[in-house]
């Protein structure tokens, strides 16, 4: 008797990586829950008209949990996975001194849990910046562990998991935090064992494969008929300083760009910086498409990557359509959870989850 599609419910969704991961692993996603407008778009364009999926757009501080029970998992039909990365700005490495403690998005993660408690999940899981592990956040961390306690939940330790070790071609650290409901017995080991690693990793344990590098996000011919095979337009003036820098990873300090404020310091070099094609990229932000930001200019073109760049490294496949424009598309994609990272997670999860039903 084959065994039965495994249901998950998606909150915070944003424009659908978990959710479109979640399906790459054999899942259904039965609602999701964004608020974000332009995100909705692209979910509703990408998973919706395709999958099915109910995408609530909703303020999920505004949402009542029991209505994803009563539409969707009534009738004895059991919600199984709860995924979801609540917004984490509060917790960015980009925040300094003390900004973020007591940041008013930081609840929306009890909320998360809220709808934790309704759904009554076999298993969540969350993901968020490495940030929320600092020492100002120890205090949030303890009573997010004794909520789950009290909702019946063992919650394991936080993991930071690099995404470039399974396969992505991006340096990316991320926080993921999986409760299992106390009364059910899952064999899971945690987290899955990495398939790529560097050289050093690789001489340690010779089943790994290499890391991924940037090359293959660029070597791929796009669709000229992609919408978002788009880059931000720079003027005469930056172009010149692209042109100048040099390529396979150059800086701006490489270029013949000296700004006002070097004068004092050198400033952070990685801005308007090459990705280097030989190396895993960087962090998609979700300013990945400005080269202002950080290293996100084309390896040998002069401008910054495009939209359908920043998709790849973060594993989208060139169908998945991101809407809302330049920026919302950019935002959408660096606050994605990268999809063959999420795939692999998931499928780990169901292989346990399925040998008990």
């Avoid at 974000?36 to 949990?65: F, H, M, Q, S, W």
């Avoid at 010779?206 to 940037?214: E, G, K, N, Q, T």
């Avoid at 692209?242 to 760009?257: K, Q, V, Y």
């Amino acid at each position: 008797m084959p065994r039965r599609t495994l249901n998950c419910v998606d909150l915070f969704a944003g424009a659908g990586g978990f959710s479109l991961a979640a399906r790459e692993a054999g899942m259904r996603v039965e609602a999701a829950v964004e608020f974000n407008p332009k995100a909705c778009l692209t979910y509703r364009k990408n998973l919706v008209r395709r999958n099915g999926t109910r995408l609530y757009e909703n303020d999920i501080l505004l949402l009542d949990p029991s209505k994803l029970t009563d539409e969707h998992f009534s009738a004895g039909k059991a919600c199984d996975i709860v995924l979801g990365g609540p917004p984490c700005q509060g917790f960015s490495v980009h925040r300094i001194n003390g900004a973020g403690v007591d940041d008013p998005r930081n609840k929306l993660i009890h909320r998360y849990f809220d709808f934790v408690r309704e759904l009554r999940p076999k298993v969540f899981l969350m993901e968020n910046v490495p940030g929320i592990l600092w020492d100002r956040h120890k205090a949030f961390l303890r009573e997010f562990y004794r909520s789950g306690a009290q909702a019946g939940y063992d919650i394991q330790d936080p993991i930071v998991l690099d995404a470039r070790d399974f396969g992505i071609p991006q340096r990316r650290k991320r926080v993921f935090i999986l409760g299992i409901r106390s009364d059910f017995q899952l064999d899971l080991i945690w987290p899955p064992a990495p398939t790529h690693g560097d050289t050093k990793a690789i001489q340690n344990n010779p089943a790994l494969r290499p890391w991924v590098p940037s090359a293959s996000v660029f070597n791929r011919p796009t669709d000229p008929q992609d919408p978002n095979d788009v880059h931000m337009q720079h003027g005469p003036e930056l172009v010149a300083v692209f042109r100048s820098t040099p390529s396979n990873g150059g800086s701006r300090g490489d270029s013949s760009r000296v700004l006002a404020c070097h004068a004092d310091h050198d400033g952070h070099k990685d801005v308007y910086g090459r990705i280097n094609p030989r190396e895993p990229g960087p962090t998609m932000t979700t300013a990945c498409i400005n080269p202002s930001k950080g290293r996100f200019v084309h390896p040998t073109k002069h401008h910054g990557i495009t939209v359908r760049h920043a998709a790849r490294f973060q594993t989208f496949p060139d169908t998945f359509i991101f809407e809302g424009g330049l920026m919302a598309a950019g935002e959408q994609i660096g606050n994605a959870v990268p999809i063959e990272l999420g795939k692999v997670l998931l499928t780990h999860i169901k292989r346990s989850i399925s040998a008990t039903l």
